[in-house]
């Protein structure tokens, strides 16, 4: 079964950085769009961003300047560099992946790292 798994959550202080990895497995991982996500409690779930298979990146405006996404194909990874991290950052990351093609969608979603700012 496909499987999408998140690392590099945790605690930092604020205007600390951070570096999330999504590994994903069973997929053709250069097909798919890869998104991060994330869900602060008491809030709905928000892109913070996103690269499409060619490459195509997109950042939530909160997130613009601060936040790199990246991907490695020959890894079947994705990444998110978090630099400057603010407490209203802290939230469960997810990862997710998409395939919409040819009539056919495939959305995959990890199970989430968590990440806390804080002083």
């Known amino acids: 079964q496909v499987q999408l798994v998140e690392s590099g959550g945790g605690l930092v202080q604020p205007g600390g950085s951070l570096r999330l990895s999504c590994a994903a497995s069973?997929?053709?991982?250069?097909?798919?769009?890869m998104g991060w996500y994330r869900q602060a409690p008491g809030k709905q779930r928000e892109l913070v961003a996103a690269?499409?298979?060619?490459?195509?990146?997109n950042y939530a405006d909160s997130v613009k300047g601060r936040f790199t996404i990246s991907r490695d194909n020959a890894k079947n990874t994705v990444y998110v560099q978090m630099n400057s991290l603010t407490l209203e950052d802290t939230a469960v990351y997810y990862c997710?992946?998409?395939?919409?093609?040819?009539?056919?969608?495939?959305?995959?979603w990890g199970q989430g790292t968590q990440v806390t700012v804080s002083s």
């Open positions: 997710n992946a998409v395939f919409n093609a040819f009539g056919r969608r495939d959305d995959y």
């Open positions: 069973r997929i053709i991982f250069s097909l798919y769009d």
């Open positions: 690269i499409t298979s060619g490459g195509l990146t």
